[in-house]
């Protein structure tokens, strides 16, 4: 059966022994995803000479497509099955990455891969954000919550690391034929994954238990009355967190199309411009270690509204003070604040839910309207001012203030209940 039937593992042993085999699953989306995305926007510059307001159209669109389709990837693995998600998800993914290969040299055919490597991947990280949460009491949860970032986070932050060295290496192609490779042994790693879980889980039928608690009719009075606050307030930085971290990625998805400019500012090749330019990835993981050990920030709103502040000042400096050791510090806070912020989205969304693929869909779709809306404000502000310097930061950065006006209501919102 599927993870998504809700059965006991066999055993712990087991249970770890495929969580490690969920958790390889992610890492290598994480190196195969950042190379390829990351590296994509020199290839579109140097080979079809793309300027910003082109580069910022493409994430969008990559965002686009992810923000409406990640919700049905979560639920098709809830409903098929997440092993079912998965092979179909690295399989497009796959595919999509050699048509970029194959199919004519044209920039159409390069936004064609893009879509098509997009609409494979939703139905990736939902699953996986699932698998390594299902079957978990709360402190489990909490504990591979703080185990998945850390490791995705790993990948994606080599991936852009050595990913300029390896683009330089074995040229603007290997951003298809790597990614494509590992999307492949990640194929055959499901199918035997799911081949273990078959065997292991054959004669377990007991029913997993509820991470939610149980059910307030069975409560006292009193317990019920503290279920109910402590479920509220759960309820509410679920949705402060599911408004913060679409404007991450709002902020994400600006800078990564324009380290092609930023690295024309400093005169960095592409192996130096993946050094300067993985500072907030390695930041950010190190933000995924430290509030993975050290719990007191769940459910504190002081800290989501200071990673948020931090988030809209240091991306302003990255791109408006043209100093090389400013952008590299401002990339250390804008790190650290991204790390809290997505953390608190997926930790919130994975805690007390027994829908794990639904809410990791619901997570996805919602940063992927980051994805979107970022990259769209940016070029729109390029588009109709291309006489100003640096408007599309300031357009962008205009965008996360709204957002911070917004996770102001909401927590208003919140205590008035």
């Known amino acids: 059966k599927s993870p998504a039937a809700r059965h006991y593992p066999a055993s712990p042993m087991t249970r770890r022994k495929l969580k490690l ?19 994509l926007f020199f290839h579109l510059a140097s080979a079809f000479h793309f300027s910003n307001l082109e580069n910022l159209a493409v994430a969008a669109t990559n ?33 999509g990455l050699l048509s970029g290969i194959l199919l004519p040299s044209g920039a159409a055919g390069q936004i064609v891969t893009v879509i098509a490597w997009t609409l494979g991947m939703c139905f990736t990280w939902p699953t996986l954000e699932a698998l390594v949460t299902e079957d978990e009491d709360r402190v489990g949860v909490t504990r591979m919550v703080g185990i998945y970032n850390v490791v995705w986070a790993s990948g994606s932050g080599l991936a852009t690391f050595l990913g300029g060295l390896l683009y330089e290496r074995w040229g603007a192609r290997s951003i298809f034929w790597l990614p494509a490779g590992i999307h492949g042994i990640q194929v055959a790693l499901t199918f035997w994954l799911e081949r273990r879980y078959a065997i292991e889980h054959r004669n377990a039928t007991a029913p997993s238990p509820s991470v939610s608690g149980p059910a307030l009719s069975d409560l006292t009075p009193t317990e019920a009355e503290a279920a109910h606050l402590s479920r509220t307030v759960a309820q509410s930085f679920q949705r402060m967190a599911w408004l913060t971290n679409p404007f991450a990625y709002i902020a994400i998805s600006t800078v990564v199309p324009l380290i092609p400019a930023l690295a024309r500012r400093y005169d960095l090749t592409p192996m130096y411009a993946g050094f300067f330019c993985s500072v907030w990835l390695f930041a950010r993981l190190g933000a995924f270690v430290l509030h993975w050990r050290w719990t007191q920030w769940h459910y504190h709103f002081g800290w989501l509204l200071c990673a948020y502040v931090t988030l809209v000042l240091s991306f302003a400096a990255i791109f408006l003070v043209p100093q090389l050791w400013v952008a590299m510090l401002a990339q250390a806070f804008f790190g650290w604040a991204i790390g809290l912020i997505y953390y608190s989205s997926l930790f919130y969304s994975m805690d007390a839910t027994d829908t794990k693929g639904v809410q990791g869909g619901i997570h996805e779709s919602a940063l992927g309207f980051g994805v979107f809306a970022g990259p769209a404000v940016g070029a729109v502000a390029l588009r109709f001012f291309p006489g100003l310097a640096n408007m599309s930061t300031w357009a962008v950065s205009g965008l996360l203030l709204v957002g911070l006006a917004g996770l102001f209501w909401l927590r208003q919102k919140g205590r008035s209940r």
């Open 21 to 39: 085999g969920y958790l390889t699953l992610a890492g290598l989306n994480a190196f195969a995803t950042g190379y390829y995305f990351t590296y």
């Open 63 to 95: 965002g686009f497509v992810y923000c409406v389709v990640a919700w049905y990837g979560g639920r098709f693995g809830q409903t098929h099955g997440y092993f079912n998600g998965l092979k179909l998800g690295f399989a497009v993914m796959g595919l």
